[in-house]
């Protein structure tokens, strides 16, 4: 009760911003041919599988104004699941703000995912963020993955992160990069540490350029303990 209380409120509150965004945007003009407003909601109480389910569209006519929202929430004894989804769309070219949550508690693969995503309709600004993490009993992990663009040519923040903890292949990573439109400037990191029973390592790679043709300077280091 107290999780589906927690995910109605989430969902609420992001039904009420992507309203708003769409309210701050310019007036839509309802031109026949596309003007749309949606609502389900179903609920489903049994013995095995619990569930509760809403659905909310709005689309108006100028080309592509649209607000769209997903909420599920399962209950059960094996895959316990909430989910959510959220769009919003305003009508310049390719605007979008996109959202996704996902979470899920079971015996073997609990797992919780996220992604996010905003485009601002210049040629190819973009934010995206994804994270997921599994515990479970042989894979536990966690990542991370987050990308911003700017939309002059090919400006550019990226990152990963990655870990792992299990009997045999314990792992943590971590990469980012990042390209400001000059060509080729570009700085670059890498680093991994692995700590199990047969290849105990440590890596770590950083890379400079900047964009006057192609000046560079780079750092590797490796470490290796086996037993």
């Known amino acids: 009760m107290k999780k589906q209380k927690i995910a109605t409120t989430i969902f609420t509150a992001a039904v009420l911003a992507l309203a708003s965004v769409s309210a701050q945007a310019n007036p839509p003009v309802y031109a026949g041919g596309n003007v749309s407003d949606q609502w389900q909601q179903s609920a489903q109480h049994g013995g095995f599988n619990f569930s509760d389910q809403a659905q909310w569209s709005q689309q ?3 080309f592509n104004l649209s607000n769209q929202g997903q909420l599920n929430l399962q209950r059960g004894f094996l895959n316990d699941s909430t989910q959510f989804q959220g769009n919003t769309q305003v009508g310049h070219i390719n605007d979008s703000t996109q959202f996704q949550g996902n979470t899920q508690i079971g015996h073997l693969n609990d797992s919780a995912q996220w992604q996010q995503s905003a485009q601002r309709g210049f040629f190819n600004d973009s934010t995206q963020v994804q994270g997921n993490t599994q515990v479970g009993h042989l894979n536990d992990s966690a990542q991370f993955q987050g990308n911003t663009q700017f939309g002059h040519l090919n400006d550019s923040a990226q990152g990963q992160w990655n870990h792992q903890g299990g009997a045999l292949n314990d792992s943590t990573q971590f990469q980012t990069n990042t390209q400001i439109g000059h060509f080729n400037d570009s700085t ?4 991994n540490s692995q700590f199990g029973h047969l290849n105990d390592s440590t890596q770590v790679q950083i890379s400079n350029q900047s964009g ?7 750092l590797q280091q490796s470490t290796q303990v086996s037993h």
């Open 60 to 62: 108006a006519g100028r």
């Open 188 to 191: 670059q990191f890498q680093g």
């Open 212 to 218: 006057a043709v192609n000046h560079s300077q780079q």
